[in-house]
């Protein structure tokens, strides 16, 4: 007779192997079926090349909420964060610009191009952490509900309110413009220097279908002040081990606490009847049934695929299917022989040990953009650089690097057809080395191997619809009561006894572990498993 489980969860990805975490050491009986050979998701290490370990989607570690490090005991399971100390912008002139962790180091290399600027950047950072201050409290919590008329709900809208209100009539106003506002306008209210500038404007964009100047994308920007290590506020770091290591020490904490963990189980569809969820069928035709099932997919391979459209409410479906993904984004992962050597920082390797934005301009950004707009992917794209075998020589043998690639924009929605990428895959791997090589001579003649994700491969092979790296936008109309749905936004569904924990969820993308978290709290807090 088979095991009887009172949770399923569909997908090993961290926050799914986080919502098991939480609903094991609450003594359920929990299930994790994960499709590929290793646990991670989108968070994930592999070892592609011979003695090079990937961090093959999800490169660096910010929004990882430090409650569930200390609750789940996450270092006893292997965790270490190693704090990125940098961000470095080459220059096509010959110049750079480093920000750098000290803050008085980070004011002179500013003042190089203007010192207005310069005495400006500390009074921003402030500003940007008293509201993520503010905004942390929401990521860490239920979204609140304003249709609703439940006193539970209204409470909660009342106190949130009153620490709206308590931001003071110069914080309140920030916070709007921040919500709607472009990224580069909002910096415009700050700063003069484009060097400064571009850098800091694609923090808006990173997983969107939008550019520098498009309205609400200064919302993301202060996604990079929510980042916290150790305490640190603004950090973001590397997970040693890749970030495969983070969602590895989550599943061991998991089976710590009695959860069934298995990989190569690819789930064809959720078990409905009278519609209510009772289990899942394998793509092989295996059945597992529970009391309750849990997705770790997008809102649309959730609901159009696993669950189907004639178990749903056509209203829901189209609202669904409104939802916007629009993959934007690819990756491409190299191993080199050397460490990469800058033209314009010849010496020296600590300005290696952070980010490396290749984003020289506004204008660039935007022709970037202007390229994805009309379906195709960038020629010369933004691009987020990381050396992580610099920091963690664990990732490459002695003398050899990881370069990982981070690229926007690359458009599910070629003009093409999605389903065209495969043939042009590796002319936008070319376009990105090509573009790097420009700041870096003699990095084409150092790499051994390449790998490159486009975001039809990132559907293929991780299961992220049209290739969206946060399954689904972060944009103001997908944020909060609106995500994925209004009326669905606490991680019920409308199949009874299915819920989600994923980031097509509130708060949203990236590898935070809140939805994962808080929809097993909610569980619980509701005794619905």
Request: hydrophobic share 40%.
């Amino acid at each position: 007779m088979s095991k009887s489980y009172d949770a399923i969860i569909i997908g090993g990805g961290h926050n799914g192997l986080v919502c098991a975490a939480y609903l094991a050491r609450a003594g359920r009986r929990v299930l994790v079926l994960e499709r590929r050979h290793v646990l991670g998701g989108a968070a994930v290490t592999e070892e592609l090349y011979p003695g090079f370990k990937f961090s093959v989607c999800s490169y660096v570690v910010s929004l990882f909420r430090p409650h569930i490090i200390r609750e789940l005991s996450l270092p006893e399971h292997g965790l270490d964060m190693i704090p990125l100390e940098c961000s470095f912008l080459p220059l096509p002139n010959g110049d750079s610009l480093c920000r750098w962790a000290d803050a008085q180091d980070t004011r002179r290399e500013i003042a190089r191009f203007s010192a207005k600027d310069a005495e400006v950047a500390p009074e921003f950072s402030m500003a940007m952490t008293k509201l993520s201050y503010f905004a942390r409290d929401i990521i860490e919590s239920t979204a609140p509900d304003p249709a609703s008329i439940d006193p539970r709900e209204m409470i909660k809208l009342l106190r949130l309110g009153k620490r709206f209100k308590s931001l003071g009539a110069d914080m309140m106003q920030l916070n709007m413009q921040l919500m709607t506002m472009s990224a580069v306008d909002f910096l415009d209210l700050w700063f003069e220097s484009e060097v400064l500038k571009a850098p800091m404007s694609v923090s808006g964009i990173i997983g969107t279908f939008l550019g520098v100047r498009s309205p609400s994308t200064a919302y993301v920007l202060l996604h990079h002040y929510m980042g916290e290590i150790d305490g640190a506020f603004r950090s973001w770091g590397f997970c040693r081990g890749g970030t495969g290591a983070l969602s590895l020490s989550v599943a061991s904490a998991a089976r710590n606490f009695g959860a069934d963990i298995r990989t190569e189980m690819d789930v064809e569809r959720i078990l409905v009847e009278h519609g209510e969820a009772r289990g899942v069928v394998l793509a092989d035709g295996t059945e597992f049934r529970s009391k309750t099932v849990v997705s770790g997919l997008d809102p649309h391979r959730t609901f159009l695929r696993l669950v189907g459209e004639s178990n749903l409410d056509p209203s829901f479906t189209t609202k669904i299917k409104r939802y916007k993904m629009r993959g934007s984004s690819g990756k491409v992962n190299l191993a080199v022989d050397r460490l990469p050597e800058f033209t314009c920082r010849p010496k020296g390797s600590a300005h290696l040990r952070g980010d490396i934005a290749i984003a020289p301009s506004i204008d660039y950004l935007e022709r970037a953009y202007d390229q994805a707009k009309y379906g195709d992917f960038s020629e010369r794209p933004y691009l987020n650089v990381v050396i992580p075998s610099l920091v963690d020589p664990s990732l490459a043998p002695p003398g050899k690097h990881i370069v990982s690639c981070f690229v926007q924009y690359a458009p599910y929605a070629i003009k093409e057809g999605p389903e065209f990428w495969p043939q042009r895959r590796e002319a936008f791997g070319d376009a990105v080395v090509d573009t790097l090589a420009e700041y870096c001579p003699g990095l084409k003649e150092s790499i051994l191997f390449r790998q490159v994700l486009t975001p039809w491969d990132l559907e293929q092979d991780f299961g992220l619809t049209e290739g969206n790296i946060f399954h689904g936008e972060l944009s103001p109309e997908q944020l909060l009561f609106q995500r994925p749905v209004s009326g669905w936004a606490k991680y019920r569904t409308p199949i009874r006894h299915l819920w989600m924990c994923a980031s097509g969820t509130h708060p949203g993308g990236g590898i935070m572990g809140a939805p994962g978290e808080l929809a097993a709290k909610t569980m619980l807090r509701t005794r619905s498993v």
